[in-house]
C-alpha cells in the first residue's frame, strides 16, 4: 500500500503572514478580509497573524520571501489584483508577481500561496474577491493551512 500524505484544515499553532498589495484596494480589501475570515474559522489567533502592505502586486514577492526567510511563519499568503490595461505593463507585473512568489516558496522552503487576481476586467476581479465566483482570498488561506499542516508530514 503507498503511504498518502495530506494537510488538513486545523490551525493549531501555525503562524501566517498575509502580503497584501494595496493597488486596487476596493478588491485587494475584500481578499484580504476573507483569507483573515478563514484562518480564523479554521482556529488561527489573529494575534499570530501579520499583514504586509504593499503598494502593489510587483512589490508582493520580495515581501512574501523576506518573510518567509524569517523562519517565523509556516506559509505565506500574497494577495493581489492586477487588471489588465492598454498597455503590456498587465503582462509584466503578472510574469513577476507570478514567478517572484513560486521563486520566494523554492527559495526558502516555505509554502507561498498566490492570491493575486489577474483578471481581464473590473468586474471580473470584484466577482473573484467576493462576489459571484467566490473569494480567492479564502481559497489562499485554506491552501495556507493545509500546506502549513503537510510540510511537518513531509519533512519527517
Same mark, same amino acid.
Given at each position: 500500500?503507498?503511504?498518502?500524505l495530506e494537510g488538513d484544515l486545523v490551525v493549531d499553532d501555525h503562524r501566517f503572514? /498575509?502580503?497584501?498589495?494595496?493597488?486596487?484596494e476596493h478588491v485587494t480589501g475584500d481578499l484580504l478580509d476573507g483569507a483573515l475570515? +478563514?484562518?480564523? =474559522?479554521?482556529?488561527?489567533? /489573529?494575534?499570530d497573524v501579520t499583514v504586509v502592505h504593499v503598494p502593489g502586486?510587483?512589490?508582493?514577492?520580495?515581501?512574501?520571501? +523576506?518573510?518567509? =526567510?524569517?523562519?517565523?511563519?509556516?506559509?505565506v499568503i500574497c494577495l493581489g489584483a492586477v487588471i489588465r490595461g492598454d498597455t503590456p505593463h498587465f503582462d509584466y507585473v503578472c510574469s513577476g508577481a507570478t514567478s517572484?512568489?513560486?521563486?520566494?516558496?523554492?527559495?526558502t522552503d516555505v509554502p507561498v500561496l498566490f492570491g493575486i487576481l489577474t483578471t481581464d476586467t473590473v468586474d471580473q476581479a470584484i466577482a473573484r474577491a467576493g462576489a459571484k465566483a467566490g473569494n480567492k482570498g479564502r481559497e489562499a488561506?485554506?491552501?495556507?493551512?493545509?500546506?502549513?499542516?503537510?510540510m511537518p508530514k513531509l519533512s519527517g
Open positions: 500500500m503507498p503511504t498518502h503572514a /498575509l502580503v497584501v498589495g494595496r493597488f486596487n475570515d +478563514t484562518l480564523e =474559522r479554521h482556529g488561527a489567533h /489573529l494575534d502586486s510587483w512589490e508582493i514577492p520580495v515581501a512574501a520571501q +523576506t518573510c518567509a =526567510r524569517t523562519g517565523d511563519y509556516d506559509a517572484g512568489a513560486m521563486q520566494a516558496s523554492l527559495d488561506a485554506e491552501a495556507a493551512i493545509e500546506m502549513a499542516t503537510l
